[in-house]
């Protein structure tokens, strides 16, 4: 009976024993699975600040190009400002020229009407003097 016993109690320690390795495995189990999902995390959190890094550099991509375009539209507005400019100048020195050549036109027929004049005042003084000449 005592063996019996003695059995019996090798037996429980027996059955503690592998009740305390199937605890100790499944605690293992439990710190293996908690690093996993750590580790699964650690990589959702890289791979979310991978992202976010992402999208800032699209971000500052598209703002280097708005800038970009901005300057462009700016630059277009200047060159079309300065040949507006040019074509103002332009029309003001065909103007100036214009004006030049109806003041020289001017004076060229009042050059003419006094030559004309003075052809006039020769042919009453030379029937003048024919009419003088004749009466004498």
């Known amino acids: 009976m005592a063996l019996v016993a003695f059995m019996a109690f090798i037996a429980l320690v027996a059955l503690i024993a592998l009740v305390a390795l199937i605890a100790l495995v499944a605690l293992v189990a439990l710190i293996a699975l908690i690093a996993l999902v750590a580790l699964i995390a650690l990589v959702a959190l ?18 280097i190009a708005l800038v970009a375009l901005i300057a462009l539209v700016a630059l277009v507005a200047l060159i079309a400002l300065v040949a507006l400019i040019a074509l ?11 004006l030049v050549a109806l003041i020289a036109l001017i004076a060229l027929v009042a050059l003419i009407a006094l030559i004309a004049l003075i052809a006039l005042i020769a042919l009453v003084a030379l029937i003048a003097l024919i009419a003088l ?4």
């Open 133 to 136: 000449i004749a009466l004498s």
């Open 46 to 63: 890289i791979a979310l600040i991978a992202l976010v890094a992402l999208i800032a550099l699209i971000a500052l991509i598209a703002l």
């Open 88 to 98: 103002v100048a332009l029309i003001a020195l065909i103007a100036l020229i214009a």
